[in-house]
């Protein structure tokens, strides 16, 4: 039995728009675990959005209450946790996650990211520029990164359950 075999966090990195907090919630259902959002927790503990915490504070604050709250996301066995997408971009943060959890790289073409993201967005890295040239541009730089992921799963346009599906296929 698959879910008796998994001690670790099962952890979803990728990019904007690819659906990693939908997966994640499909995917820890389907295997009874809890799923956390690493995103919400960050807001639940610093009581603002995101977008205020990179307003007020600038990236890098936010990065490093990133890496503190996915720390603690690692601890604890098995569970989904849905990252944000520039987590596993951080040397720190992305080494956590390969030592304690499984990485999961979710992934798309730029086509299907810009229109999950849709036109109203609040992403701050998103603001004052062309969505699909920045998306392009991170999505290039963060390449490396999420390809030392283990496992990567192609989800372009299909339903968010045929990727839960190939994801549990992966795990087995
Ligand atoms: C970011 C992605 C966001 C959020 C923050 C930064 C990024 O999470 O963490 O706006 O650097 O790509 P999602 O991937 O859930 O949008």
Redesign the pocket.
Known sequence: ELVSRLDRPIVLV?????G??TVGRKLAALLGLQFR???DE?EEAAQMR??EI?ERFG?SY?RDG?RRVIARLMEGGAKVI??????F?QEETRKLILDRGIAIWLDSDVDTLVER?GRRDT???LRGGDPREIIAR?KAE?EPFYAQAPIHILSNSGPHGEAVTRIVQELD
């Open positions: 990728g990019m904007m728009g690819v990693k907090s959002d690493a995103d960050i995101v977008s990179f990236e936010f990133e849905a990252t944000g997408g520039g987590a971009a993201v992403r701050p890295l991170l963060r």
